[in-house]
């Protein structure tokens, strides 16, 4: 069965630092999501990318969050400076319809 | 604005007996999904169980069964026969008007639950 795929499964990074958080949708589906879920807390949505671009963002989403499609496989996250609250599990997630398939997620711990 | 509540922190459940885990959901919505998933201590997220808001049926998926109460807005699963693999964190989630082209899911807090042999 298709799978979404994420690496690195854990990234350690210093505060401050860029990181780029990577996934591979399943390759018939046209809706795809980043989620995080801090230690022990609810999922929650960060945003959604449908026909090559953003079509909802959450609050937690701001200007130091981006997300590309570079070629047409490849969907990444990447936070430009980032912070001790930003570590989290990240969730990339896809659909054709529904339901949501997710991937095992990115472990992220700034230090 | 769509909610999800899950008023259940941790249950715990004998093997082999079945157990209903709470769900509750706000929404003006009047087309929308409700989902089940699970969250094994290895972390990643299994899809469980589906409802549509206009399904008359309730959803059933193996030992899964999702207890439907439009009324009362509410979306329990059920899982029969419990095993000692069902031990996880279960989440209920909630996406929005079908005519929306975001399919975000909103998630509840979570329930864990353990099942003791």
């Known amino acids: 069965e298709p799978e979404v795929t994420q690496t690195p499964s854990h990234q350690v990074t210093q505060m401050g630092q860029e990181v780029i958080l990577r996934c591979v949708p399943i390759?018939?589906?046209?809706?795809f999501y980043w989620y995080r879920q801090i230690l022990g807390q609810k999922v929650e949505f960060l945003v959604s990318?449908?026909?090559?671009?953003?079509?909802?963002k959450s609050e937690i989403f701001d200007d130091q969050f981006s997300v590309e499609r570079p070629d047409g496989s490849n969907f990444t996250l990447k936070i430009r400076s980032t912070k001790l609250e930003d570590s989290a599990m990240y969730f990339c997630a896809s659909s054709y319809n529904s339901p949501l398939h997710f991937g095992n997620g990115t472990r992220l711990t700034v230090t | 604005a769509q909610k999800i509540t899950q008023t259940q922190p941790g249950m715990f459940v004998q093997e082999k007996e079945a157990v209903t885990l709470d769900c509750t959901y706000d929404t003006s919505d009047q087309s929308y999904g409700l989902f089940w998933y699970k969250q094994p201590s290895s972390g990643e997220m299994i899809f469980l169980i589906y409802q549509g808001s206009y399904d008359e049926q309730n959803a059933t998926e193996g030992r899964y069964s999702l207890n439907f109460q439009k009324a009362r807005k509410s979306a329990n699963l059920v899982i029969s026969a419990s095993q000692l693999g069902d031990s996880a964190m279960y989440f209920c989630a909630m996406r929005g008007p079908f005519s929306s082209n975001t399919g975000k899911l909103i998630f509840g807090q979570g329930t864990t639950l353990q099942v003791k042999p």
């Open positions: 990318f449908y026909n090559n671009e953003i079509s909802e």
């Open positions: 390759s018939n589906h046209l809706y």
